[in-house]
């Protein structure tokens, strides 16, 4: 007897939907950076003559290739020699090639950008802080005569803090290499919000680090905001940007979903893989136990796949109830577990139950419900946690969701069809 013991029920019907989010745009990428960087507190930085380097991130933020370009060629303006620097903790297996390649993902090569990628997990120690607070920074950047880091500003997916992923984030950890990142998450997550900008500051007081280049994304994970910002202003102007990324960012709407479907996960979407401001779990327990209970409570949650750039990075999978097999096959364990053995937390590997169709992980997943039923149960499915614009929504949920007033129906209510193989007969996006 095989899993179909629990394909009870028949499943309801389910519909597209179209959320309405916040849709501010940053508009032409060169321009907006040029732009930037001619504002006389921000140019004036930047002397003839001067190495500098660019940080690149692990994540896939919308257009980062063209803003780092345009950044390469603003740089080279001013009469500077610009690199790039990979700054992404552990990520990429923690190896100089692995970083290489993890931005090559995004467009991000030395043919592309016009200018060197230095790439190495060689770092420099700055110092100590509070006598027993190590801290690292990239030899390469360390050696240039400016490091200009890059970074999306937005809610951190496993702590909250004054500032949480942005720019100091990016200073403290993403440029601390393995060293840094492994010492970070030694402490656990609860301590980053004072040790980010404790770190941060002290490196800025050891680095010359003339401005950052702060990139704030849209509900529709698109890039609305390109902001420099001068050493001076880091710490509160980030505040302020961390506030507007809240405010702008994409979430599922409603108040209970029994299962969400999540086509794929991975590291270009999220640190976790699944983004928990959106599906409201995260891997070390932050969000589940703060004192207010997120909304919408989701109930069971399944992962379909991994995407391709996350090379098998399988971060965050632990987070799901139920996954497919497609996904399971594509972990990458070297990849995966050195960034859970960086973040102290092996549970974020852990891999769920396994099944082979979307059939079987409907119903196993509906079966592992509390108070409904196959027929009752509020079912939401999603193409991944950045891209929340597009949902199948199961009959039952669909008037709580419209509700909302920010959901349109946009499709008649169809059956939860399958093909020959068990698998969605339908893609995520209607």
């Not at 993890?102 to 110092?127: D, F, K, N, Q």
């Not at 779990?281 to 919408?296: A, F, L, Q, T």
């Amino acid at each position: 007897m095989g899993l179909e013991i629990f394909e009870r029920g028949e499943l309801p019907r389910w519909a597209p939907l179209r959320q309405r989010l916040d849709a501010t745009d940053a508009g032409d990428i060169g321009a907006t950076v040029a732009a930037e960087l001619a504002r006389p507190e921000i140019g004036s930085t930047i002397l003839p003559g001067q190495r500098v380097a660019l940080t690149a991130g692990s994540r896939g933020i919308d257009k980062i290739d063209q803003v780092l370009k345009a950044l390469v060629d603003a740089v080279r303006r001013f009469g500077a020699d610009p690199f790039i620097v990979p700054a992404m903790g552990s990520h990429g297996g923690a190896t100089a090639g692995g970083q290489r390649e993890l931005i090559g993902h995004y467009g991000i090569t030395e043919a592309t950008m016009g200018c060197p990628i230095l790439s190495s997990m060689e770092t420099v120690r700055l110092g100590n802080v509070r006598d027993d607070v190590p801290v690292y920074f990239d030899r390469n950047a360390y050696e240039a005569d400016a490091v200009v880091p890059v970074g999306r500003v937005k809610p951190h997916t496993d702590f909250r803090g004054p500032v949480e992923s942005g720019l100091m984030k990016m200073i403290a950890i993403g440029l601390g290499k393995q060293h840094g990142a492994e010492f970070f998450h030694a402490q656990g997550m609860h301590e980053f919000g004072w040790l980010i900008p404790l770190v941060a500051n002290f490196s800025l007081g050891k680095v010359n680090i003339p401005f950052g280049v702060a990139l704030i994304e849209n509900g529709y994970g698109l890039l609305s905001q390109i902001e420099a910002v001068p050493t001076t202003r880091i710490w509160d102007r980030e505040r302020e940007l961390l506030t507007i990324a809240r405010e702008r960012m994409g979430r599922l709407p409603g108040h209970e979903i029994d299962v969400l479907i999540v086509d794929k996960i991975g590291k270009d979407i999220s640190g976790d893989g699944a983004d928990p401001n959106v599906i409201n779990r995260d891997v070390v327990g932050m969000i589940s136990g703060s004192d207010e209970p997120p909304r919408p409570a989701i109930q069971r949650l399944i992962f379909r796949d991994l995407t391709e750039d996350t090379e098998g990075n399988a971060t965050g999978i632990g987070m799901a109830d139920v996954v497919l097999a497609q996904a399971v096959a594509k972990i990458d364990p070297v990849a995966t577990y050195m960034n859970m053995i960086t973040a102290k937390a092996p549970q974020g590997a852990r891999v769920p139950l396994t099944v082979a169709t979307d059939r079987q992980a409907l119903y196993v997943a509906i079966a592992c419900c509390l108070k409904t039923s196959t027929e009752t149960a509020k079912i939401a499915r999603i193409a991944d946690t950045k891209h929340v614009e597009e949902i199948w929504a199961s009959e039952p949920l669909v008037p709580e969701l419209v509700a909302s007033g920010r959901v349109k129906q946009t499709g008649e209510l169809r059956p939860i069809a399958f093909d020959a193989a068990g698998m969605f007969a339908v893609e995520a996006t209607p």
